[in-house]
């Protein structure tokens, strides 16, 4: 998992257990995000990493995140 | 044409949905985005040939479908004409909608989705309709039950995002004005402009949110009415209960 993400899983849901993320994690069900947090996320997700989204993208889980940086990311 | 259409529908729309706007010279002549109460369908109407400033709407992609599957419409026939019967009101029904969703595409409204990534390139698009010097109009209540009565619902939270998209490109502070539509008396208030801070931005979002609900909740106590057709009176104090406590 890399640490950037893990940073701003951190900075924008302090309360997530990281002990227990994987990428299996729902990021609703298991992490317990709100529809907030999960904005912050993406906000934050497009800085950092230079991303653009489409509209189109289903994040359920950590894994869905990880595939989509991997498949995207500029840096 | 298409103009040609707009103005005649703006025209028609205006003789029965104009709203004054109170106080409207205290408003900045810089963009900013008015965060409104539905008012069940009114509002939306009502705000867009009412607010004598350049606008973009933010609005639920749901209602720029076919209107088929529309119940929020026909709610409102039903409500607003309780004398008619079922059939009539499914006639009328057949009439008013298409037209009503020509008239919302043609205003080029930026849908609004349930996708969480979508909400961001939205927020986005809606930073750079004001820093095109558009101001947005936006509907950021929660809940629809007690649109009816005039109280309001507490507010979602992501939109305020549109706050750091917006300093991002202007180094500006986005201003939210609470806008609150009385629909009985026509008139359109606003309550004082809520700046998006400097701090984190969740906790902005969360603030401004926080704050335009307060606002609104105070205007919705002073100018909300109850309308004379409303016929279940327990359902009613129900609802001005659960929003007055």
């Known amino acids: 998992m890399p640490q950037e993400l893990i940073d701003i899983l951190l900075r924008t849901a302090p309360d997530t257990d990281i002990s227990k993320l994987t990428a299996d994690s729902r990021l609703k069900a298991d992490l317990g995000l709100t529809s907030l947090d999960f904005i912050m996320i993406m906000f934050e997700i497009q800085d950092k990493y230079g991303v653009t989204f489409t509209g189109d993208e289903s994040f359920e889980t950590v894994g869905d995140v990880l595939r989509f940086l991997e498949e995207n990311s500029k840096k | ?245």
């Open chain 2, 1 to 245: 044409m298409k103009h040609l259409t707009m103005r005649v529908l703006v025209r028609s729309l205006s003789l029965f949905m104009h709203c004054r706007c109170d106080s409207m010279e205290d408003l900045p002549e810089e963009p900013i985005i008015f965060c409104c109460n539905h008012y069940e369908l009114f509002g939306p109407i009502a705000a867009v040939i009412s607010l004598p400033v350049k606008l973009k709407l933010l609005i639920n992609d749901d209602i720029l479908k076919p209107m088929d599957n529309m119940e929020e419409l026909l709610t409102g026939i039903r409500k607003a004409m309780p004398r008619l019967s079922e059939k009539q009101i499914r006639r009328l029904y057949k009439i008013v909608s298409p037209r009503a969703e020509r008239a919302l595409k043609q205003l080029d409204p930026i849908p609004m989705t349930q996708n969480w990534a979508s909400v961001i390139i939205e927020m986005q698009k809606a930073a750079e309709e004001m820093e095109k010097g558009n101001s947005i109009l936006i509907f950021p209540e929660c809940g629809m039950p007690t649109y009816s009565i005039g109280a309001v619902t507490e507010f979602r939270q992501g939109f305020a995002i549109i706050g750091e998209f917006y300093r991002k490109r202007t180094g500006k502070d986005a201003l939210f004005c609470p806008t609150y539509i009385d629909k009985w008396a026509k008139q359109i208030h606003f309550g004082e402009l809520i700046p998006f801070g400097r701090g984190p931005a969740k906790e902005e979002c969360q603030k401004v949110s926080q704050k335009l609900y307060h606002s609104m909740m105070a205007m919705a106590e002073k100018y909300g009415h109850v309308p004379e057709t409303y016929e279940d009176e327990e359902e009613l104090e129900e609802k001005v209960r659960s929003v007055h406590g």
